[in-house]
């Protein structure tokens, strides 16, 4: 069983997003058994809220079934219990490292590492307001990562 862990600031943009993406993906192939996928917060300031609204109207845009997300924050006990923690800017990385502590068994990744662009980063759509642009990189980069894992 692979469990993946997405991970961004406030968890109701790009890591839901990506959670959203990537179950979807698994999802269509027949593999939902075979993953487990969520998605978390390094900060405290979303706790408890839904999908951002203009981040969720891209989703559906692409098709992608948005459920009931509620966001949580990241907790060290999410190191042993995921098999990949993927974050998508260095302020993630950061506080990602921060919480989890240090990447022994090396799970911990930039989600456009598994892109064609692996230096690419994935801005925060809270603050450049490219919702349907930051769907689109996180797609890529979730399709990469299922290539990965099932490689």
């Known amino acids: 069983m692979m469990k993946v862990l997405f991970v961004c600031h406030g968890n109701i943009c790009r890591s839901v997003s990506a959670q959203y993406i990537f179950q979807d993906l698994v999802n269509r192939r027949g593999m939902a058994s075979e993953f487990v996928i969520d998605s978390a917060a390094t900060s405290t300031e979303e706790i408890g809220n839904a999908i951002y609204p203009p981040m969720k109207a891209a989703l559906e845009r692409r098709g992608v079934p948005v459920g009931t997300h509620r966001a949580r924050q990241l907790k060290r006990s999410d190191y042993e219990a995921y098999n990949l923690l993927i974050g998508m800017d260095e ?56 290539a990965k894992t099932l490689a």
């Open 91 to 146: 302020e993630n990385m950061f506080y990602m490292k921060r919480i989890l502590g240090e990447d022994t068994e090396e799970k911990i990744h930039y989600l456009m590492e598994y892109s064609g662009h692996p230096d690419e980063i994935i801005d925060d759509p809270w603050y450049t307001r490219k919702f349907d642009a930051c769907a689109a990189q996180i797609a890529e980069g979730c399709d990469g990562l299922l």
